[in-house]
C-alpha cells in the first residue's frame, strides 16, 4: 500500500502439552513481520504460521485490528466534511476455524491527481528493489503506481485558488459559503474554534503526520468554520513541517481578521513510530501568536483554558 497503517494484534492459541511461551515473544515476533512492506492479512498470515511452527499448539488464532491513515484529496475533503482520517480494518487467521478478512486493504484506493509521472513510478521501483523486493510481485504490482497518486497530493500549489467557495483577499466582509454567513458582534469578542482536524507530510522523512488544530482570535467577526477548514487543509496538503504549517495558518487567519490570532497545532508523526525512536502515542504541539496573544498572557491563557483536555483526532488508542 502507499500509506501507513496501524495495528493491534490479538493472539489466541492452546497449548501442546504444558507449552506456554511469554506475552514479550509474541510481541517480537508481531514487530519482527510489521517491519517490512505488508498489507493486514499477510501480516496476519505470516505471524500465524510463524508461531504455529515455533510453539506448536493445538490451534491458534491471531487477530489484527488495523487503522490505515486515509489521506482524501483536497478537493474531496472540501466536498464531504465527515471525510475521517482513519479507515479500520478487521483481519484474522488460523487454525481453529477458516476466518475471512472483513475488508480488503486492497479497497483503499486513493483517487489520481493529475498526471502519473512515469519517472517517479520507475524511481519507486528502483527503491522496492533496493529493500530486497520484487516489484512484479503480485502484492507490488500495484505499488509504485498507488504510491506515486497518493504523494501528489501533496503537490506544492498556489493559494490563488478557491477554497471551498471562498477567493482569498475578498475581504472578510463578503464572505459566505454554503449558506454560512459572517456573524458580527456588537462588541470585540475572542472567538475559537478548536479540533479541526489535518492531514500533512513529513518533508524530513516524506511520512505522514496529522493531527488537530485549535485557533482563537479576537474580533467582531465570526469567521465561518468551513473557512478554516479550508485554510488548514490547503496548508496541510504539502511537504511541510510542523512549525512552518502553524505559522501559516496563523498568519493567514490574521489577514483576515486583522492581526489578533492564536494557533495551536497538536500532532502525531509516523516518522517517530516506525522509525528506530518507537515512540508510541507521542504528540508534538507548537504554537504560533500574532498580535495581542504575543505580548498579553491573559489573552493567551483565555484561549488556552478553553481547548479540550485531550485529542482523539491524533490517531486509533
Known sequence: ?????????????????QRVVGSSKLSRVADVFAKRLQDPQRLANEECSALHHWIKPAGIAVVLQCWHMHFPSLESFLVESNSQGWLRVLVRSGSIASWCPSQSCSSLKVSPNGQINTGMITAVDSILMSLGEDPSREELVGTPVRFVKW???????????????????????????????????????????????FWSQCEHHLLPFYGVVHIGYFGFNLIPKSLLKSIVHFYGFKLQVQERLTRQIAE???????????????????????????????????????????????????????LPNSSTALGPS
Request: with cysteine; aromatic share 10%; proline share 3%.
Open 151 to 197: 504523494l501528489m497530493n501533496f503537490q506544492n500549489t498556489s493559494f490563488e485558488v478557491k477554497l471551498n467557495g471562498f477567493v482569498y483577499g475578498r475581504g472578510v466582509d463578503s464572505l459566505k459559503a454554503n449558506g454560512e454567513p459572517v456573524v458580527y458582534h456588537k462588541q470585540e469578542q475572542l472567538q475559537t474554534e478548536v479540533n479541526l482536524s
Open 252 to 306: 493567514t487567519v490574521s489577514s483576515l481578521v486583522g492581526g489578533d490570532v492564536i494557533v495551536v497545532l497538536e500532532a502525531g508523526h509516523t516518522c517517530m513510530i516506525s522509525r528506530s525512536i518507537e515512540k508510541f502515542g507521542s504528540s508534538i504541539a507548537t504554537i504560533a501568536l500574532l498580535g495581542r496573544f504575543s505580548a498579553d498572557p491573559s489573552a493567551r491563557a483565555m484561549f488556552l483554558q478553553s
Open 1 to 17: 500500500m502507499s500509506t501507513s497503517f496501524q495495528f493491534k494484534c490479538h493472539v489466541g492459541y492452546i497449548p501442546s502439552g
